[in-house]
């Protein structure tokens, strides 16, 4: 007989109100999947009304995932501003991709989850801080009891298994669809997969006793309650981030102008100095006593043989 763990309602989200330069961005409150009951890009008019339903639609359910991967509000931010900024730059593409909100969370992923992060100094300590909590032995808050999950349960995951548990278990995506958007074969996610479940019931022991079928779901619900319960920052609005992103190009743009034509003007100096410098060295002065030789001069060879 299988034993079910109380799955808790999703608490009210925590997030604050955005600041005064910022716009909060639409979206559901709570969940980690975009919501449904809006419009789809594909229903608006131009780009930017795209681009503007999509953000509607994915940013604050990803701001959510980014923190279930990162643990840290701040690079979680980061990595949804990153991927909606290189999202815009490359709408052209990400209109005509099969997936445009897989496009963007993949681009999310990616950056949360970049190595870099992991040399961040606040990141160390923020991690240090956060543990401690009775990893491991299934005593600590409640866990085995409540089926609370604690933060450190899915960091202490490798990066790969973090992803694909997300995807898979909370997102709902299927093997095929997770494997694909985590750039590994089938077999490889199922074993990801397996692997991140068997650490989960390192701190939640119960999970060992619940059905196969209603692992998936269980698990789902406890990301939700765990990324309910981060003091995640406010987005900017759907145009602030297009503006943010056009901006960027200008300015790399403009840099692209500068270094090209610095190149251009040492160049162009190159060429002037040259001819110049090479004039100034055959006029140069001879030293005293240095004889007065061509070197193709057959008086200069007789000199030279008499020598």
């Known amino acids: 007989m299988t034993e079910t763990l109380s799955i808790p309602a999703p608490a009210e989200d925590a997030a604050p109100e955005a600041s005064e330069r910022e716009e909060p961005a639409a979206g559901p409150s709570s969940g980690l999947t975009e919501t449904a009951d809006l419009p789809r890009p594909a229903a608006a008019d131009g780009p930017a009304e795209a681009f503007d339903l999509l953000y509607a639609r ?4 990803l701001l959510r995932q980014t923190y279930l991967l990162t643990g840290d509000p701040a690079p979680a931010g980061q990595a949804v501003r990153h991927a909606f900024r290189q999202a815009w730059e490359r ?14 969370r993949t681009a999310a992923y990616d950056h949360a989850l970049s190595p870099w992060h992991r040399l961040d100094p606040r990141r160390r300590a923020a991690r240090r801080d956060g543990t401690g909590n009775g990893a491991g032995n299934g005593t600590g808050n409640g866990t085995e009891s409540g089926g609370r999950l604690p933060p450190e349960a899915l960091l202490d995951l490798p990066p790969s298994y973090r992803r694909t548990l997300l995807l898979h278990d909370g997102l ?3 093997l095929s669809e997770t494997a694909a958007e985590s750039e590994a074969s089938t077999a490889a996610t199922a074993a990801r997969l397996m692997h991140a479940r ?9 999970l060992r006793r619940v059905a196969p079928d209603r692992r998936r ?9 765990l990324a309910d319960a981060g003091s995640l920052p406010g987005l900017p609005s759907a145009r602030t981030a297009r503006d943010g992103s056009e901006r960027t190009v200008r300015l790399r743009t403009g840099a692209s102008f500068g270094a090209a034509a610095l190149v251009a003007a040492a160049a162009l100096l190159a060429s002037l100095a040259g001819p110049q410098a090479h004039d100034s060295a055959r006029q140069a002065p001879r030293g005293a006593g240095a004889p007065a030789v061509s070197g193709s001069s057959p008086d200069g060879q007789e000199n030279r043989a008499a020598g």
Not at 58 to 61: E, I
Not at 198 to 206: F, Q, R, S, T
Request: hydrophobic share 45%; charged share 30%.
């Open 217 to 225: 779901e269980i698990i789902r619900s406890m990301l939700e309650e």
């Open 91 to 104: 709408w052209p593409e990400v209109a005509v991709d099969r997936d445009p909100a897989g496009w963007v």
């Open 198 to 206: 068997e650490a989960l019931a390192e701190y939640v022991p119960g």
């Open 172 to 174: 709902g995506l299927g």
């Open 58 to 61: 994915l940013a604050r359910p």
